[in-house]
């Protein structure tokens, strides 16, 4: 009967060693993905804080371009894209204004309505 007791015992003991050895493993696999949660967050800010300086960088160098500043070949192309992009833009809006009976703003390319004394959007004074 000690011998049955005996086994018993010991095979209760190794489930608790392998449910112990579990839980721990799980216990590290959960800080393991805590950590990777953390980790993954915090890069996720700061690319898109490197996006938003890039973002500014980039208007500031066009800025300078619009305004006569010279610069490499590669930057003058990628400015002057911009501006074709820039150009398309401003005939849409304007097709798209003539569709609604509206007009665009000239200082901030809104869409505002003919009879508009002054843009909602950037307060300029609209000509007659």
Same mark, same amino acid.
């Given at each position: 009967?000690?011998?049955?007791?005996?086994?018993?015992k =010991?095979?209760? &003991? $190794?489930? *608790?060693? =392998? &449910?112990?050895?579990?839980?721990?493993?799980?216990v590290?696999?959960?800080?393991?993905?805590?950590e990777q949660t953390?980790?993954?967050?915090?890069?996720? %800010?700061?690319? +898109?804080?490197?996006? !938003?300086?890039?973002?500014?960088?980039?208007? +500031?160098i066009?800025e !300078?371009?619009e305004?006569?500043? !010279?610069?490499?070949e590669?930057? $003058? *192309?990628?400015? &002057?894209q911009i501006?074709?992009?820039?150009?398309?833009?401003? =005939?849409?809006? =304007?097709k798209?204004?003539?569709?609604?009976?509206?007009i665009?703003?000239?200082?901030?390319? &809104?869409?505002?309505?003919?009879?508009?004394?002054?843009?909602p $959007?950037? %307060?300029i004074?609209?000509?007659?």
């Open positions: 009967m000690d011998d049955i007791f005996g086994k018993v =010991e095979g209760t &003991a $190794k489930v *608790m060693d =392998e &449910a112990e050895k579990f839980t721990n493993m799980a590290k696999k959960t800080k393991d993905a805590i953390k980790y993954s967050y915090t890069l996720s %800010g700061i690319e +898109k804080k490197v996006n !938003e300086i890039l973002a500014e960088l980039g208007s +500031k066009y !300078e371009y305004n006569g500043t !010279e610069f490499g590669d930057i $003058k *192309m990628k400015c &002057a501006q074709n992009l820039k150009n398309d833009i401003k =005939e849409l809006k =304007e798209m204004a003539t569709l609604k009976n509206s665009v703003c000239k200082k901030c390319g &809104a869409v505002i309505s003919e009879d508009s004394t002054f843009c $959007k950037c %307060g004074r609209i000509n007659d």
